[in-house]
């Protein structure tokens, strides 16, 4: 396959740079980055061990061909000008898959490229940007792709059969909603607790006033997507939640490293989504609403 990856920074230039063993990859991404590779190639460590050579660029104007799959990897508040950028790639027969968190992400492309064009994907591998040039393979995962609608297509075969050809554990879904919500809520449960309070995912459960807030954020979370159809369990969301931070307490989730390099969050997207569709239902999520005031708060104090 012919691949573009637009936001070459941590999970782009992982997913891109292993997928240049089977497929012509083209990394979309910062100049100092872009620099690197084409000096070195992509330095990745971790639970892979490799350099790869992807062709990489630091403007869409030097993308000469039309990709059969263009992937989407910036945040999720960079998503709207990172689909205008593609626009001038796609061509016809383009599909565009996004692997960010939040859950504002695929309406921001299919407004700007067209639904019909869109997979939406979600991923638990993990990856670090160290420094322009290399990245590291923090965590093995799972990768779960599937059509908007729940078909199940060959153009989604096609791009699963690829990703696990290169070593991603990748499977489809015919509810691929149902698993962006799911982990938007579990990212709405740990992320903002811990880049409040500066710490590691771990700390949620070790403070028993913690852990009744996550708890709060996860039964409105689980109210608003009721609210709009997508039947998820409470108890069972409280579970993996709960998993999730004991198999990652020795880390810093992304919000936190967002902070500490002195960026924006992605908070709009997550806690700040349900929040916005739990009043266009009549769901109350003050328990969100406090926690995006004080993320607020902390990007401010950090500027
Ligand atoms: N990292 C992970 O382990 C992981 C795992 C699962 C899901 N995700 C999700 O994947 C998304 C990306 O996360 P990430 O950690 O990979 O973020 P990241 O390291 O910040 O990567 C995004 C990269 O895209 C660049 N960028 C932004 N707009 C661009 C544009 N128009 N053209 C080209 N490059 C552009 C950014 O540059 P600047 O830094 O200059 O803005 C940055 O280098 C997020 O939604 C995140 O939640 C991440």
């Not at 940007?129 to 297509?153: M, Q, R």
């Not at 791009?159 to 919500?181: A, H, P, Q, R, Y």
């Amino acid at each position: 396959m012919k691949i573009v990856v637009v936001g070459a920074g941590a999970i782009g230039s992982l997913f891109g740079g292993l997928l240049t063993k089977n497929n012509e990859v083209v990394l979309l991404g910062r100049k100092t980055h872009v620099e690197q590779i084409k000096k070195h190639g992509l330095r990745i460590t971790g639970k892979t061990d490799t350099v790869v050579h992807p062709e990489a660029v630091s403007n869409v104007d030097e993308v000469n061909e039309k990709p059969d799959l263009l992937m989407i990897t910036v945040k999720s508040y960079d998503t709207k000008e990172a689909a205008e950028d593609a626009r001038q790639v796609i061509g016809e027969e383009t599909v565009v898959l996004s692997l960010q968190n939040g859950l504002d992400n695929i309406s921001k492309i299919a407004s700007v490229l067209g639904k019909d064009r869109v997979v939406a994907g979600t991923t638990t591998e993990a990856s670090l940007f160290l420094e322009p040039g290399k990245i590291e393979h923090t965590g093995k995962g799972v990768t779960v792709i599937g059509e908007l609608d729940g078909s199940i297509t060959e153009r989604v075969k096609h791009i699963i059969k690829s990703f696990n050809d290169v070593g991603f554990n990748t499977i489809v879904t015919n509810d691929i909603m149902k698993e962006l919500w799911k982990k938007a809520i579990i990212n709405a449960c740990i992320n903002p607790l811990t880049a409040i309070f500066d710490v590691k995912n771990g700390q949620i459960l070790k403070h028993e006033m913690l852990h009744e807030i996550m708890k709060k954020v996860c039964h409105e979370g689980v109210k608003v997507a009721k609210s709009i159809g997508i039947k998820i369990e409470e108890d069972e969301m409280v579970e993996k939640t709960v998993t999730v931070i004991k198999d990652t307490a020795e880390n810093y989730s992304s919000m936190v490293q967002s902070l500490r390099k002195k960026r924006r969050t992605e908070i709009d997207s997550i806690n700040g989504y349900l929040v916005k569709m739990g009043r266009k239902h009549g769901v109350n999520t003050p328990v969100n609403e406090l926690l995006i005031k004080m993320v607020k708060i902390r990007e401010e104090m950090i500027r």
